[in-house]
């Protein structure tokens, strides 16, 4: 399967009044075709930056960044990007805003098709009748609901998600979470998604890359195990599989080494509640997973 996104030894700095600020070191990572990976980390670690590299919105100072192979130099119209905060604009209406894009990249489209394929998107969102209300008649769920069609509405090849449910109420969330899965079944993109919850990320995508504290680079990479929207709808359930459960946990550990604490190596007992203790902090070079070694980086699959 060919590679839709990847980062080779991509390395950054923010030029700050006060010197530079390195924020991505030799970063690298291949994302494939279709797939859905998420990336968590540390705050400020440089998850955000490593978005908008992605998006063609900032050049690396070191590395590159390719998209189907090709090196991004500029924004590209197969890229769609959705946020936190779904900045919608509030004098259009909920279809004119996903209609955006299409009005916007070059498309064949006849006026009644692109307002076809925005209307199939939102109902499929669960937004039927809603197409004609102001943003600001809508919750924050549906806002972000909008804010997904209007990432996609284009067909980008790469779909860039920056916490786009982290402001959302924990129900909410978990409600866009399905939705997304119900999105994925249906429109072909390879996903990218940010986020700081560790459920989310094991629910939602098929790997996940735990990035390591500023300057970051890809620390560790956790095949998700449990059944893909190939196989079947994933539920809520899932999550509390012993599977989930123990995936869970190996994460949350990681993050302690990414931030300083806990001991890389073995995942602790699933049952395991409270971090390592903080006062034994590891040598985090010990913890680095370079990105070829990733079969060393799985866990025990449990059957
Ligand atoms: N334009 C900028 N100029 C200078 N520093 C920045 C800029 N953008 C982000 N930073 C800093 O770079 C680091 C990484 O930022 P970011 O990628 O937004 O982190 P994350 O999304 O992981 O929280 C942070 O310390 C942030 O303050
Ligand atoms: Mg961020």
């Given at each position: 399967?060919?590679?839709?996104?990847?980062?080779?030894?991509?390395?950054?700095?923010?030029?700050?009044?006060?010197?530079?600020?390195?924020?991505?070191?030799?970063?690298?990572?291949?994302?494939?075709?279709?797939?859905?990976?998420?990336?968590?980390?540390?705050?400020?670690?440089?998850?955000?930056?490593?978005?908008?590299?992605?998006?063609?919105?900032?050049?690396?100072?070191?590395?590159?960044?390719?998209?189907?192979?090709?090196?991004?130099?500029?924004?590209?119209?197969?890229?769609?990007?959705?946020?936190?905060?779904?900045?919608?604009?509030?004098?259009?209406?909920?279809?004119?805003?996903?209609?955006?894009?299409?009005?916007?990249?070059?498309?064949?489209?006849?006026?009644?098709?692109?307002?076809?394929?925005?209307?199939?998107?939102?109902?499929?969102?669960?937004?039927?009748?809603?197409?004609?209300?102001?943003?600001?008649e809508l919750s924050g769920g549906m806002r972000q609901r909008a804010s997904?069609?209007?990432?996609?509405?284009?067909?980008?090849?790469?779909?860039?998600?920056?916490?786009?449910?982290?402001?959302?109420?924990?129900?909410?969330?978990?409600?866009?979470?399905?939705?997304?899965?119900?999105?994925?079944?249906?429109?072909?993109?390879?996903?990218?998604?940010?986020?700081?919850?560790?459920?989310?990320?094991?629910?939602?995508?098929?790997?996940?890359?735990?990035?390591?504290?500023?300057?970051?680079?890809?620390?560790?990479?956790?095949?998700?195990?449990?059944?893909?929207?190939?196989?079947?709808?994933?539920?809520?359930?899932?999550?509390?599989?012993?599977?989930?459960?123990?995936?869970?946990?190996?994460?949350?550990?990681?993050?302690?080494?990414?931030?300083?604490?806990?001991?890389?190596?073995?995942?602790?007992?699933?049952?395991?509640?409270?971090?390592?203790?903080?006062?034994?902090?590891?040598?985090?070079?010990?913890?680095?997973?370079?990105p070829h070694a990733r079969a060393a980086a799985a866990p025990e699959t449990?059957?």
């Amino acid at each position: 399967m060919s590679v839709a996104i990847s980062l080779r030894h991509v390395t950054h700095a923010y030029r700050t009044e006060t010197g530079p600020l390195p924020v991505l070191d030799d970063l690298s990572l291949d994302i494939p075709e279709g797939a859905f990976c998420a990336v968590v980390g540390p705050s400020g670690c440089g998850k955000s930056t490593l978005t908008k590299l992605i998006a063609g919105l900032m050049r690396p100072d070191a590395g590159e960044v390719l998209l189907g192979g090709e090196r991004v130099t500029a924004p590209r119209a197969t890229v769609g990007m959705a946020f936190q905060n779904p900045v919608l604009l509030e004098w259009r209406s909920i279809l004119d805003n996903v209609l955006l894009p299409l009005e916007i990249v070059p498309n064949r489209l006849t006026r009644a098709q692109r307002q076809n394929r925005a209307r199939d998107l939102l109902a499929l969102v669960g937004l039927e009748g809603f197409e004609d209300k102001r943003p600001s008649e809508l919750s924050g769920g549906m806002r972000q609901r909008a804010s997904l069609c209007r990432a996609i509405v284009h067909r980008p090849q790469v779909l860039i998600l920056d916490e786009p449910f982290g402001a959302l109420d924990a129900f909410t969330r978990e409600d866009l979470w399905l939705t997304m899965h119900d999105l994925r079944a249906q429109e072909a993109f390879t996903t990218l998604l940010i986020t700081h919850d560790l459920r989310e990320s094991v629910f939602l995508a098929d790997e996940v890359v735990v990035l390591s504290d500023r300057p970051a680079t890809a620390q560790y990479v956790l095949p998700v195990t449990t059944p893909g929207p190939t196989s079947r709808r994933r539920t809520l359930d899932d999550l509390y599989t012993e599977a989930s459960v123990r995936m869970l946990a190996d994460l949350r550990q990681q993050i302690e080494v990414a931030q300083g604490r806990g001991t890389p190596g073995a995942s602790p007992p699933v049952d395991a509640d409270g971090p390592a203790d903080p006062h034994d902090p590891a040598p985090r070079a010990g913890s680095r997973v370079p990105p070829h070694a990733r079969a060393a980086a799985a866990p025990e699959t449990p059957a």
